[in-house]
């Protein structure tokens, strides 16, 4: 039985730096846990002149990999730097050389998940990942292992922090897209380029790790339907409250016979639900399954510790397997095959917002473009007030199909009296 567990560390940035301090000051409790002592041997970084605070000394650094590729007594490789090519280099040369991984990179796993979950199997080794998704949560480990009895149907959530930190900040401090994010940024939950968060990918990716994941299939990324959030227009947060929901920007995933469907995109929420209370960088995940019914996972979904303790978890797992000898030994081969649905088969309720001329008859000329689609409307509301394009009417459908709303919108800008179709979202949760 081994002695002690050896670590190489890839990266030693904001979450590299955090497993490295986890790992330093719950020495003793690991020791107690695993019944070894737990340690890093190696931190590969790029650039070794760079000051480093923390708790690793400088011998310990290197640029490069093969220094712990081929050293024998390194026995789990922790991938926590970040990026796409040469992370996933990394982590296959890992695999290959036989050593566990542990990753939080989502956009790797979103990419090539299947690929290198099927490398692992090969090799037998562990590919652990729970920290891709959801930062502080320890959701990825309660889908594998604490549901595996139950059958995942649907999950629903609020995946991305920095999105999530700008809509409460717009919708409970009345401020602007613009002034939100720079708040955003300036307190770390957003990049320099916010891309990737407000347009919806940075969700889209845990999407896709999720729904593989839940679903027993594999999801790829052009699976998921992607709207981001600059589509929320002025005056909508306010409106949704008007009308008693909350706007989130959310993914969402669900499976029956017909196959699956994923998307990420701004969506309304009864104000009674649940995720509609989840403000500011906090993420939380609705997972509904046939015999738990439904499940809530709430937590910080970014931030250095939090998802340092997601990975120190995963690296605490995948030492418990190599000293039981059991690590590799689950498959992770997708048990259905994929199978994704069409427009007319994906079915929600819809919110339509659209800006008309103020003369006799429009609504009726509306209302009947929905009936010759066969969609039925919950509601219809003129807003009272006029401004100078016209006025706004507003249409909640009951559950119709994908192409169905598409069909509306389409007819509805084909329409002369219509001046702009201002918005419109899924309603979800009802």
Do not use: W
Not at 3 to 10: A, T
Not at 19 to 42: C, M, Y
Not at 310 to 325: E, Q
Request: proline content about 3%.
């Amino acid at each position: 039985m081994k002695n002690e567990i050896n670590i190489g560390l890839l990266g030693y940035g904001v979450v590299g730096s955090g497993v490295a301090t986890i790992l330093h000051n719950h020495q003793e409790d690991l020791r107690h846990k695993l019944g070894v002592p737990v340690s890093i041997k190696k931190v590969v970084v790029k650039d070794l002149e760079k000051k480093r605070n923390g708790v690793i000394s400088k011998e310990m650094f290197t640029t490069s990999l093969d220094e712990v590729l081929n050293d024998p007594e390194i026995d789990l490789v922790v991938e926590v730097m970040g990026g796409t090519s040469a992370a996933q280099e990394a982590i296959r040369r890992s695999l290959e050389a036989g050593k566990g991984v542990v990753t939080a990179n989502k956009d790797v796993m979103a990419e090539s998940g299947p690929e290198l979950l099927k490398l692992a199997d090969e090799n037998k080794c562990d590919l652990l990942y729970e920290a891709s998704v959801g930062g502080g949560i320890p959701l990825i480990r309660t889908l594998e292992d604490g549901l595996a009895s139950d059958r995942i149907t649907a999950l629903t959530g609020i995946v991305n922090g920095t999105t999530n930190f700008i809509l409460t900040k717009m919708k409970h401090e009345n401020k602007t897209y613009e002034d939100a994010l720079a708040e955003a940024t300036e307190l770390g939950f957003a990049e320099a380029d916010p891309s990737a968060d407000v347009d919806g990918i940075d969700a889209a990716r845990k999407m896709v790790i999720l729904a593989s994941l839940s679903f027993s299939t594999e999801v790829r990324l052009d699976d998921v339907f992607v709207r981001g959030m600059k589509e929320i227009k002025d005056g909508d947060l306010q409106l949704a409250e008007q009308f008693g929901y909350t706007i989130k920007m959310a993914g969402s995933a669900r499976k029956d016979e017909e196959g699956i469907e994923v998307a990420v995109e701004p969506v309304f929420f009864p104000n009674s639900h649940p995720l509609a209370t989840v403000n500011n960088e906090f993420n939380a995940v609705y997972v509904y399954g046939d015999a738990v019914g439904e499940t809530m996972f709430y937590g910080p979904g970014a931030g250095s510790m939090p998802t340092a303790t997601s990975v120190t978890g995963d690296v605490v797992a995948a030492c418990r397997n190599l000293l039981l000898g059991v690590n590799g030994k689950r498959l992770h081969a997708p048990q259905y095959e994929r199978k994704v649905k069409s427009d007319d088969q994906k079915y929600a309720r819809y919110f339509h917002r659209i800006t008309v001329r103020d003369e006799v008859g429009v609504l009726t000329e509306l209302t009947s473009i929905y009936s010759h689609h066969k969609a039925s409307l919950a509601t219809v509301v003129q807003d009272s007030e006029l401004h100078e394009e016209g006025a706004d009417l507003i249409f909640i459908t009951h559950k119709i199909s994908r192409q169905q709303h598409l069909d509306i919108l389409q007819d509805l800008k084909d329409t002369p009296t219509v001046i702009d179709i201002s918005s419109h979202y899924r309603v979800e949760g009802e």
